[in-house]
């Protein structure tokens, strides 16, 4: 049983209040917690008798960009330091803040700040996301399992195989369905690997009919117990379009074999500019366009992202009154180069192996050096509901429209995010670019993602803000918050940028 479960299953939120034992009132599970433990989330705990954020509240330095270094904390009643953070702008994140609950109640930090003239307010809170999921694009050929193939992890469906992208295969995991529409090992099993995912840490995922992959946001992905190295330099087609000119001269006739689309040069249209001989080859697949062939192979772990091990196999006789001769010298590559094969035709017209030709090495190698790293990407996906855009308005559709507007920006943890046009808040985010760790969870089971509004000071107020509650970055340093727990300062990871200038300089213009 995995730690989450464990944690799951200890909890009991009817368990009757005792004495000494304190309500956290931080999402809708109300733990009831002993002096010196914490809640069934592990986010809260009861300290000397009070509700207490167990992890600092994170403020990013902008000025710094110091790619993650922190100072040392600030514990509740100390004066802040400030070694780093005065250096320059700063950015308080969600990380930490708290979540305030039930729904009314004004969002744990709303934070004033003068930028370039400009008065601006963030809103802070830890989001608690029912609705929410990830996204995962697997940089890989290989075929890891069917469109619509469930996923599992802990053995529990958490998710399935989605529409595969250019040299990537698409996972969609999580959502409501999973976490809470099934059974509670499923909603478990989902929570966990969500979490995981989100705070880049490694998680076995199993395709059913397909392979075992190792996915960990930035990484490169194992695929049965394979770690992938590279990303293909294109489809089979592409690749003979970016390459003919390499192998002019060199060779009679190429193939790039590719799940997808092989490639044949001496039909391809890149090779027919060029002058490129007809050669009599017959492909066993479904003619696209001219030296473009789908199917020529199912998918799979072989050349390509095909079965195959032999590429011969998908060659029919050759056809001498095509140009078919003894001698004729035929390449055989993968669309990532990694596998290549050289043959030339003896007297019945049957290609043989023959030693890789030192002449071909670059153009080979060039196919691997143009591709890029393989890697797993993971974007968290959730939906910011009522619940949460209660704590930054009275009249929560004014901020839905003001997102929409581009009048207020979005972050997590400091991170840009892409919200989907439409209705309500639905946010994109890289995990890579959010703080590690930033993510948490609540037995509901739901995901713990921080979340971050900023404005101009008068839309806050205009859109119905909590006016009364904003406070200034220097106070909250000082004081922190209603949960009590030290601050830290951090440098705001390389390439986040902030605030939101261009934005809100658009947005002042728009006035
Ligand atoms: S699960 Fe966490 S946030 Fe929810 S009541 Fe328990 S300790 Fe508080």
Known sequence: MSELAERF????????????????DACPVMCYIAEGRTGACDRYGNVGGRIVRMDPLTILDHAAE????????????????GELVNTGRRFVTAIGAGTTYPDYKPA????????????????VTEGIF??????????????IGDETATVRSEGEAIGHV???????????????????GGSKAEGRATCDALLNLCNRKPVELAIDGGATIIVEAGKAPVIDGKAEHRMRVGCGSATIGMFATQWRGLVDEVVVVDDHI??????????????????GIKIIGRRSTPGRYFKVSEPGLGWGGTTISDPLSILGDWNPKKGARPGLSLLMVSTTGEQFAYYELDDQLKPVEKPFPERLQKSVGLIEDNCEPALCTVLFIGGAGGSLRAGVTENPVNLTRSVQGLKTYVTVGGAPVYVWPGGGITLMVDVTRVPE???????????????EFTMRRDDYVR?????????????ILAKGGEYLNPRRGAGAPAGNPWPPLAQLRRANGAK
């Open 9 to 24: 299953e200890t909890h009991d939120p009817g368990e009757k209040q005792v004495a000494e034992k304190i309500r956290c």
């Open 66 to 81: 110091t790619g993650g270094a922190v100072v040392p904390f600030v514990a509740e009643g100390e004066a802040w330091g």
């Open 108 to 123: 744990p930090f709303i934070v004033s700040q003068e930028v370039e003239g400009v008065d601006l307010v963030t809103v």
């Open 130 to 143: 029912s609705y929410c999921g990830v996204k995962v694009k697997i940089d890989t050929d290989r075929h």
């Open 162 to 180: 989605t529409t595969g992208e250019y040299g990537s295969q698409m996972l969609s995991l999580g959502g409501v369905h999973h976490l809470t």
């Open 262 to 279: 092989t490639g044949v040069v001496s039909e391809h249209q890149a090779g027919k500019v060029l002058g490129w001989q007809d050669t």
């Open 437 to 451: 760790g930033a993510f948490g969870y609540v037995p509901t089971p739901a995901l713990v993602a921080p979340i």
């Open 463 to 475: 859109l119905g803000g909590y006016e009364s509650e904003i406070r200034s970055v220097e106070d």
